[in-house]
């Protein structure tokens, strides 16, 4: 039993580190991965049936 623990957090170490290391690579690379996109919304013309622009 005491085997099987010993083995169980040498396995558990084992996947933190290799977590550590990928988010390493992810949040150091020279582009930030995080970084999201910004959009500009554009209001739509809004019309009418004869031809006449809204006064905003």
Same mark, same amino acid.
């Given at each position: 039993?005491l ?5 169980c ?20 690379? !020279? ?11 554009? !209001? ?6 004869d031809?006449e622009?809204?006064?905003?």
């Amino acid at each position: 039993m005491l085997k099987g623990l010993i083995v169980c957090f040498a396995v558990l170490f084992a996947q933190l580190a290799v977590l550590h290391v990928i988010d390493a690579r992810l949040y150091n690379s !020279p582009q930030d991965a995080r970084q999201t996109a910004t959009t500009t919304v554009t !209001p739509h013309k809004e019309e009418k049936d004869d031809g006449e622009e809204m006064l905003s």
